[in-house]
């Protein structure tokens, strides 16, 4: 019996949404392993949101409390989870694979001595060991591991454990953490536009390829991300960012990111492996192309034949219709 | 300016798995394996801030077979000084065996800057730079898009979901690269044919059997065929039907 640490998220002293994707998975292995999940917080104060987290599972929310932890330090963070994480005799860490998620969780895996499965996207305990799914080669095949060493460390990857709501009563408990943020500081955090979603977190990606034929023409579907109310963002194909017409940032495929949104609509993008790759995970996907044979119809749910030029105004207007309705 | 940049021998991103007979690793039979494209942007770093520098010295190191030593002279042609191949028939799943061999390689090398690409693009692993880090006891900044070097200190963007973080470190330093750091160069003839006199070492290595064990490898499921709705314009309205009372997520 053993319990589980949940190493929770937040920004700005808000907790981040793929933190209740991190209890979720936490309490399926808690409950696997016959214990109790811990969520964990790190910030310059209370994180809003965290007192919550027994809607999802938590048996205890810690908020550790530091006056110069407000933004990520990872030297800091680091020893403190490690070190939480070794007094606990926990079975398993969670954390999420997100940005900060897979900085942080090597530093802790290495100081704690044990291996760490990133990325995961499925876990559960047989016979009291933790097993794990981990796409490799950008998801062309799937990977299931034992992780025998522990605690097992892991790390999820956003948008595929669907928050459950498994209420209890959660135990909340503040301490103050000592020592200095580390040699690595954030000075500034430059955010995104206003609105502006990350490809890997957007519930909808509209991406664009070559069929676009110029960069202003990602206007159309800037229009078209727009018309789902905040909800979507813009992905590239290789090609498009390598000519420089997008930043890598917005890059799907096997040297970018990889995708799972709920709905994914290819634009102008052919299909080349190192693509599907990186979006083939997603829940419904759409593809608009001219040419009937594009392998990217072979992976779409729905394909419409045609002038992007044409089709994805329309789209557009349809979906505003449906927005305002 | 000592800098070592850590480097994978990965099948090329066009590959298509196939399984190996033992249902738990990729067949390799007819796979073409190339330098892991985030490890050309820290070869590339490398030797950038040599140039600028004036002086220095880029030392490649890479755990892998025999093979691997392609991967090197690949970074040599760039214009790397040395190679030092840590040579294992089996790269372990678990990147902590990786980080602590790399880690023993690099500790006594007096390196102002160890540089890796942020994550191979087999294992995906994205872990063994700030392993190596921990291990050593350096400053680590992940996921680079971004450098700058001043005297002692370095500022590092990278990016998170929705924002870029500038990180400030001192020197020396664990780096991992992302995309956009900079545009490797090709290699010259004249690099390649350099790279074939440059030392390349080769050092036998052990690693451990680590916390990760392979049950089975698969292929993911196929995505059902799926249809057509039209052509052109006028299938837009049947295809927001679909999406909306069929796939139900508008």
Redesign the interface.
């Known amino acids: 019996m053993s319990d589980v640490l949940a190493v929770l998220e937040q920004?700005d002293g808000a907790l981040r949404k793929v933190s209740h994707e991190v209890v979720t998975g936490a309490r399926r292995l808690a409950d696997g392993l016959g214990g109790a999940v811990e969520a964990l917080a790190i910030g310059a104060g209370a994180v809003a949101g965290a007192d919550a987290l027994g809607r999802f599972g938590a048996d205890r929310v810690v908020t550790l409390v530091h006056p110069a932890l407000g933004r990520?330090a990872?030297?800091a963070y680091?020893r403190a989870v490690a070190e939480r994480a070794a007094a606990g005799g926990y079975g398993a860490l969670v954390f999420a694979?997100?940005?900060?998620g897979?900085?942080l969780?090597?530093?802790v895996?290495?100081?704690l001595?044990?291996?760490?499965?990133?990325?995961v996207t499925d876990v559960a305990v047989e016979a009291g060991v933790v097993?794990v799914v981990?796409?490799?080669?950008?998801?062309?095949?799937?990977?299931?591991?034992?992780?025998?060493?522990r605690p097992a460390v892991v790390s999820l990857r956003p948008n595929v454990f669907t928050p459950v709501e498994r209420p209890r009563a959660a135990a909340a408990a503040t301490a103050a953490l000592g020592g200095d943020a580390?040699?690595?500081?954030?000075?500034?955090?430059?955010?995104?536009p206003a609105g502006?979603?990350?490809v890997?977190?957007a519930p909808i990606v509209v991406s664009g390829g070559r069929g676009l034929k110029e960069p202003a023409n990602f206007r159309l579907l800037e229009e078209l991300a727009r018309a789902f109310g905040g909800r979507a963002a813009v992905g590239a194909s290789r090609a498009v960012?390598d000519a420089g017409w997008r930043?890598?940032?917005d890059?799907v495929?096997?040297?970018?990111k990889?995708v799972s949104p709920?709905?994914y609509i290819a634009v102008g993008i052919s299909g080349?492996?190192?693509h599907l790759?990186g979006m083939?995970?997603s829940?419904?996907?759409?593809?608009i192309n001219r040419d009937?044979d594009a392998p990217i119809?072979?992976?779409?749910?729905?394909?419409?034949?045609?002038?992007l030029f044409?089709?994805v105004?329309?789209?557009t207007e349809?979906?505003k219709k449906?927005q305002s309705a | 300016m000592k800098i070592a940049v850590c480097v994978k021998r990965v099948p090329d991103s066009e590959t298509r798995v196939k399984i190996a007979p033992d249902g738990r690793s990729l067949d390799e039979a007819g796979v073409k394996f190339i330098l892991n494209p985030y490890d050309e942007f820290a070869v590339e770093e490398a030797l950038r801030r040599r140039e600028t520098a004036g002086a220095g010295e880029v030392v490649v190191i890479s755990l892998g077979p025999p093979q691997a030593q392609e991967t090197i002279r690949t970074a040599l042609a760039m214009g790397a000084d040395r190679g030092v191949l840590l040579q294992t028939e089996r790269i372990p799943l678990d990147g902590l065996e990786v980080a602590r061999l790399l880690a023993a390689e690099l500790r006594d090398g007096g390196y102002d800057l160890i540089l890796f690409g942020k994550m191979a693009i087999d294992d995906y692993n994205h872990q063994v730079g700030p392993m190596v880090a921990e291990l050593l006891d350096l400053p680590c900044v992940t996921g680079v898009s971004r450098l700058e070097i001043a005297g002692g200190t370095g500022t590092a963007e990278r990016e998170v979901e929705g924002a870029v973080e500038v990180m400030e470190f001192p020197l020396p330093a664990v780096l991992t690269a992302d995309k956009g750091l900079n545009e490797p160069r090709y290699p010259a003839l004249k690099g390649i044919m350099a790279a074939k006199k440059k030392p390349l070492e080769v050092k036998p290595v052990s690693p451990g059997a680590g916390g990760l064990e392979p049950v089975a490898m698969t292929l993911p499921p196929e995505r059902q065929a799926g249809r057509i709705v039209g052509e052109g314009p006028a299938a837009v309205p049947e295809l927001v039907r679909l999406l909306r009372e069929e796939a139900k997520v508008l």
């Open positions: 920004r990520y990872p030297e680091a694979a997100s940005a900060t897979k900085d969780a090597p530093r895996a290495a100081r001595g044990v291996a760490l499965a990133q990325d097993a981990r796409p490799v080669y950008a998801g062309k095949a799937l990977l299931t591991l034992r992780v025998t060493s580390g040699r690595v500081a954030v000075r500034e955090i430059r955010a995104a502006a979603l990350d890997a977190e960012v930043p890598h940032a890059q495929g096997q040297t970018g990889t709920t709905l080349a492996i190192q790759a083939r995970t829940k419904v996907i759409v593809a009937k119809f072979k992976v779409a749910d729905y394909g419409i034949v045609g002038d044409e089709i105004p329309r789209l349809e979906i449906l």
